[in-house]
């Protein structure tokens, strides 16, 4: 018997978490889990979500967000001291380059001279001053209706 609803069922770490699809888990507790990713950039690459089908960042439910990130801070010294790692990549994507709709956490071991290119990202320096502080106000103005809803 199917246990998930729409759009839970067609949702690929939500069968992950109801333990509909295999993977090697490495944490769970209440509130989320933490698994190796199947296309790792190294060794050791993990994915953290949390239980509930919450598509991005911005959709996770203020409540959860201490634990879960909490959880980030574990995992990556876990994975760290795990792969004799350097330091590590904790990295999230929002909807754009993210393949899969349900939130998730990269925590991906690294070492300086990896190799990792993907992350050089090109910058884009600001046309000039008057350009930096128009985009600061836009922001700060957003915030503000954000923040009286
Ligand atoms: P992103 O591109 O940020 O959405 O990353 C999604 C990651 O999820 C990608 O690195 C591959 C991984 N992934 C996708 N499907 C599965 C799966 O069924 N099992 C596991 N373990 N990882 C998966």
Redesign the pocket.
Known sequence: MNILSEPEAAC??CR?TAGE?P??IVFEDENSLA??????LFAG?C?LIPRAHHPTLPDLPPELVAALFANVCLLARAVEEAMGAEGSFI???NRV????PHL?V?IVPRRRGDGLKGFFWPRRPYADEAQMLMTRDKICASLAALLQE
């Open positions: 690929t770490f992950i699809l993977a090697a698994f190796l990713d199947r296309r790792p690459h994915l990295g999230i994507n380059s993210q393949s899969v998730h990269h």
